[in-house]
């Protein structure tokens, strides 16, 4: 089982530029969930969506928007990067939160240069 | 408003010892608890949780306590070993409402040989 992909493992961007980070999960998890993480700030939430067709703000949406296309991708989009978004980004999913949570990804390292 | 709170960034022991990882909340609607372990390089992995019904759960060397009075739960370690050495976030989430987990900023632990 490969869990939850995320490419590219590795980006950098120039200020302005746009791009798509993927995410797709083959456990058939309803919920889908984008993250920042940062120095000294832990885990935000960016983005989720509880289920196929719907997507809802979290804690920090802003210079962000996503698409749920089905129920195994969940994407990210960057559409005018800037140097704030530089980030490691991490994307999870879930069917239920008990016993266990979210199941992640291994990250999205983002550079805005 | 931070609702769970991992106040010390940084715990160093010796392996054999024990680690004891602390992480305080302030919604009263928290029910659930978890704690995730993540390396370098990786995604979060769930370690072990707990229901706001019970005060401890158990999983080997792993242990949570959960006092809800002072809203306070612990991750105890024992014995530490250097393959412990990770950043440990807590996270939260409520009864009944939307399917999401709130962290901690984490807390990075060193077990040193």
């Known amino acids: 089982n490969a869990g939850v992909t995320q490419t590219p493992k590795f980006q950098v961007l120039k200020t302005g530029q746009s791009m798509t980070l993927q995410c797709a999960q083959d456990?058939?998890?309803?919920?889908m969930y984008w993250y920042r993480q940062d120095p000294g700030m832990g885990l935000r939430l960016i983005y989720y969506?509880?289920?196929?067709?719907?997507?809802d703000k979290g804690e920090v949406p802003n210079g962000y928007n996503v698409s749920r296309l089905n129920k195994r991708e969940f994407s990210l989009r960057l559409e005018s990067a800037a140097p704030s978004q530089t980030s490691v980004y991490f994307c999870?999913?879930?069917?239920?939160?008990?016993?266990?949570?979210?199941?992640f990804g291994s990250g999205t390292r983002l550079t805005v240069v | 408003d931070q609702q769970v709170k991992q106040n010390s960034p940084s715990l160093s022991v010796q392996e054999g010892r024990i680690s004891i990882l602390n992480c305080d909340y302030t919604?009263?609607?928290?029910?659930?608890f978890l704690w995730y372990k993540k390396y370098p390089a990786e995604g979060p992995t769930f370690l072990i949780s707990?229901?706001?019904?019970?005060d401890k759960n158990e999983d080997g060397r792993f242990t949570v306590f959960l006092n809800k009075s002072a809203k306070h739960l612990s991750l105890h370690i024992v014995p530490s070993q250097p393959g412990d050495s990770a950043v440990y976030f807590c996270?939260?989430?409520?009864?009944?409402?939307?399917?999401?987990?709130?962290f901690g900023k984490g807390m990075k632990l060193t077990v040193n040989p």
């Open positions: 996270a939260a989430t409520t009864r009944g409402g939307s399917e999401k987990l709130v």
């Open positions: 999870a999913s879930s069917e239920a939160l008990r016993p266990y949570g979210y199941t």
């Open positions: 919604n009263s609607m928290f029910d659930y």
């Open positions: 969506s509880a289920s196929e067709g719907t997507t």
């Open positions: 456990m058939n998890h309803n919920s």
């Open positions: 707990i229901s706001s019904i019970k």
